[in-house]
């Protein structure tokens, strides 16, 4: 999804193409250092922890009146959901392609026919499948194994869940596109994040929240997923918001990517 | 139709200007020099032929292409290879290779192209446990894993030892005999001598000559040079009689003369006419090092 937004940023540029059998090997190498240099498994490692801690609580179950007769599991199983594409688009992104730079091997990509949209699409390809495994996983697990019932309108929860992740992807895809170091990428792209975390409800419930903070929530990339599950607001509202975010990171990261 | 040509670029950064009106243009299937100071646009020269920078004024023409409009194409058909480029750690020279043969249309075979540059038992090995002339070796491998018709080479052998460095001249020799034009940037001038067909000199931004090495090496003042230990005395002033002597210099008993070229037939004459023989005889003929530092501002400020 993402990924075929980015591949068809640099288009504009006509000239700028990379064979498919150079994206596919591209692929395959950022597969091979995630297994080799482990480190991105903890973004789906820590939610799993989380849910297991949350899943084994007794009194997490029971629904609450307050909650609207849901479980508190049942509120907390998409947030934790959401924690693995936060984690993956604004801290595995910008530090995994920050690190390459950093150690000057983009140097290298930069003197052959690859061009910046291809190598920003092959790290963004993978690691959507790799958001996507995570998410599976904690959606099974919260499910079939704690029993969480998911939001009725799955229809709408897909698809701005898709969004939502296009959204802060495309803005990891800045961060990846600049920052020079794993700190900086650290810098960019965590502030971001904890918005996100704020608004995605992980650290206090979304409907809890003072009515101001929840129309910008509506703003914010997993804020406005969150309201279109709620059911707050408009939502094609969201959605559109959600694009806006897809379209400006995927067209801005393509044309400021540094190689060095 | 010149393989690249460079016309008055002119490039800065911020205050520096970095390379002010170069141009040269070169040849198909030649093996092309720049060669300069440390810190004379060398290098950013050869990043606007690459398309790394955009020049600010003036044109560059590589195969008919603009290197920065024209990027991706400029790269199928030209092989760079650049001062610290790194790889990832963690991947092994034949993923490597494979890796950057995938993007190109027409791609070596890489298990040749390995065998050729030693690099064939290391293809397991990963990138981090290679030495300094291993990484130099895969470096230039992948400069020619995209089958280029230009490769252009910046310091290749610099950090190598002597082995090291003259296997590399053999493989730059290999390459051109292969009918490929090379664009090569060294400091070293042994290495230009060795392997160039033609030097541009590059002095603070600036081409102060473009020619032979042996072309540059004349203009380096040209003459010779020769010091000897006379067999019986003789007079300073019977040297500088001479009309081909320009200087004389003594050491204890040695003495030192420089002039024209046809300097050590006038002096070997004049001792023969006075029976005295020249023991410990050197003759040097002025070269490209003459050159360098006789054409370069490096070499008038020392």
């Known amino acids: 999804m993402t990924a075929v937004t980015v591949a068809a940023a640099p288009t504009a540029r006509p000239r700028r193409r990379m064979t498919s059998r150079g994206f596919r090997a591209l692929m395959g190498m950022h597969v091979k250092l995630m297994f080799r240099e482990p480190g991105v498994f903890v973004m789906i490692l820590l939610p799993v922890a989380l849910l297991l801690v949350f899943g084994l609580i007794p009194g997490t179950k029971k629904p609450e009146v307050s909650l609207g007769g849901r479980s508190t599991l049942d509120v907390y199983v998409p947030t934790i959901a959401a924690m693995v594409p936060l984690l993956i688009a ?52 919260g499910t079939a194994v704690f029993g969480a019932h998911m939001p009725t309108d799955l229809g709408a929860v897909i698809s701005s869940f898709v969004l939502g992740f296009a959204a802060v992807m495309a ?21 971001f994040m904890i918005l996100n975390f704020f608004f995605s409800g992980l650290y206090v419930p979304t409907a809890e929240l003072p009515h101001v903070f929840q129309t910008i929530g509506g703003y914010v990339p997993f804020g406005a997923v969150m309201d279109s599950w709620s059911g707050q607001g408009a939502l094609w509202q969201h959605l559109a918001v959600l694009a806006g975010y897809t379209v400006v990171g995927g067209v801005v990261s393509a044309r400021v990517f540094r190689w060095e | 139709m010149p393989v690249i040509e460079v016309e008055r670029l002119h490039k800065r950064y911020g205050e520096l200007t970095a390379v002010d009106e170069v141009s040269f243009a070169v040849e198909q299937g030649e093996i092309f020099g720049i060669l300069g100071p440390n810190g004379a646009g060398k290098t950013t020269t050869v990043e606007c032929i690459s398309g790394l920078r955009t020049p600010d004024a003036g044109s560059v023409r590589v195969l008919g292409l603009d290197p920065v409009a024209d990027r991706d ?34 791609p070596a075979d890489v298990a040749a192209l390995l065998r050729r ?33 230009v490769v252009v080479l910046d ?29 090569l940037v060294t400091h070293f001038m042994e290495e230009a001598e060795r392997l160039c067909d033609r030097v541009a000199l590059i002095d603070r931004g600036r081409v102060v000559a473009v020619d032979t090495p042996e072309g540059l090496a004349a203009r380096g003042g040209g003459g010779q040079r020769m010091r000897f230990r006379p067999s019986a005395p003789i007079e300073d002033a019977d040297l500088l009689a001479l009309p081909e002597v320009a200087t004389v210099v003594r050491r204890g008993t040695q003495i030192e003369v420089t002039g024209a070229d046809e300097l050590v037939s006038a002096v070997t004459a004049l001792l023969a006419r006075r029976q005295i023989t020249a023991g410990s005889l050197r003759i040097e003929q002025s070269s490209l090092d003459d050159a360098f530092i006789h054409l370069t501002e490096h070499g008038k400020e020392n």
């Open chain 2, 117 to 149: 540059l030693g690099l064939h038992e290391k293809s397991r090995d990963r990138y981090k446990k290679l030495s300094g002339g291993q990484k130099q070796r895969l470096a230039i491998a992948l400069a020619l894993v995209g089958n280029p018709r």
């Open chain 2, 73 to 106: 194409e400029l790269h199928q058909s030209v092989g760079v290879q650049l001062q610290e480029a790194g790889l990832p750690d963690k991947l092994q020279v034949r993923e490597v290779m494979d890796l950057f043969a995938s993007f190109y249309r027409d």
């Open chain 1, 171 to 191: 803005v990891g895809m800045i961060a990846a596109a600049l920052a020079t170091s794993s700190g900086m990428a650290a810098g960019m792209g965590m502030p």
């Open chain 2, 155 to 183: 310091e290749l052998t610099t950090g190598l030892d002597p082995h090291a460095r003259r296997e590399t001249w053999e493989l730059v020799e290999q390459v051109r005999e292969s009918g490929v034009t090379v664009l």
């Open chain 1, 90 to 141: 604004c801290s595995g992104l910008p530090s995994l392609m920050a690190s390459f730079r950093e150690r000057n091997a983009l140097r290298r990509f930069s003197v052959s026919p690859v061009p910046p949209g291809g190598m920003l699409a092959a790290l963004v390809a993978v690691l959507t499948a790799f958001t996507l495994g995570g998410v599976v996983l904690i959606v099974l697990l």
